[in-house]
């Protein structure tokens, strides 16, 4: 088996992994974990629960609230899977009031946590695909649209972290807003979106399977542990 053979059959397998339950189930538990470690996230889930625990289903579904609202479908939409929020449920509360703080403490392992990192930046570009492929469908042709909404799928969190902490502080310091200071994860949801249209527009020659394994191993060498 030749080097492309082994690079399309990786890219297949990656394209063909399914989100629930694996990669679901750690983005649930690492966006529960890192949410946590904000100061005075402990203090106000124990005062405040369905407020902390509203702002960690928001987080979760970020990029299908924004990609919703982007393509002109139900809000609502990412939330109707039962399934996929009592998941998130789950890992909130076993990391906000689990006991003896177990759960949160696992996740402090950097080993489990580079593990956690590869998984959740594959979610993260399969997420940049599919909402590249949804806004193909709703603006064929346009690639600024694509560009956009296809970012959005892998970096919502960032832009909605400020209503999260506005939930969780009565304000936020919108001079450290996602618009203000731009992360590495928006810089790399951008690339990888641009590249996944140019891809799906004949304009480079190149797989969908090669594209995403491409982005795929390049964020995880070069991302940070945190979301």
């Known amino acids: 088996m030749s080097l492309v053979d082994v690079l399309t059959e990786a890219g297949h397998y990656l394209q ?32 405040h629960p369905l407020a902390s625990l509203a702002g960690t289903l928001l987080i979760v579904n970020a990029g299908g609230v924004l990609g919703a609202l982007t393509l002109g479908t139900p809000l609502i939409g990412p939330f109707v899977s039962p399934l996929n929020t009592f998941t998130a449920v789950i890992f909130w509360w076993l990391v906000f009031f689990g006991p003896a703080d177990v759960f949160f403490n696992l996740y402090k392992i950097q080993p489990l946590q580079y593990v956690m990192m590869g998984a959740r930046e594959t979610r993260r570009c399969k997420k940049i695909l599919d909402s590249v492929t ?14 956009l909404v296809g970012a959005l799928g892998g970096c919502s969190g960032k832009f909605l972290q400020t209503t999260e902490e506005s939930l969780r502080k009565g304000s936020s310091d919108l001079s450290r807003g996602e618009f203000i ?34 982005c795929s191993k390049g964020v995880q060498r070069v991302s940070g542990v945190d979301p």
């Open 16 to 47: 063909s992994i399914p989100y629930f339950p694996l990669l679901h189930s750690i983005h649930c538990y690492a966006t529960a974990a890192s949410l946590r470690s904000q100061p005075g996230a402990v203090e106000f889930a124990h005062d």
């Open 134 to 147: 949804a806004a193909a469908a709703v603006y064929p042709g346009q690639l600024i649209p694509m560009v």
């Open 181 to 214: 200071q731009i992360s590495f994860v928006t810089k790399a949801s951008l690339a990888i979106a641009t590249l996944y249209t140019l891809v799906k527009s004949d304009i480079i020659s190149l797989s969908i399977p090669h594209a995403l394994l491409v």
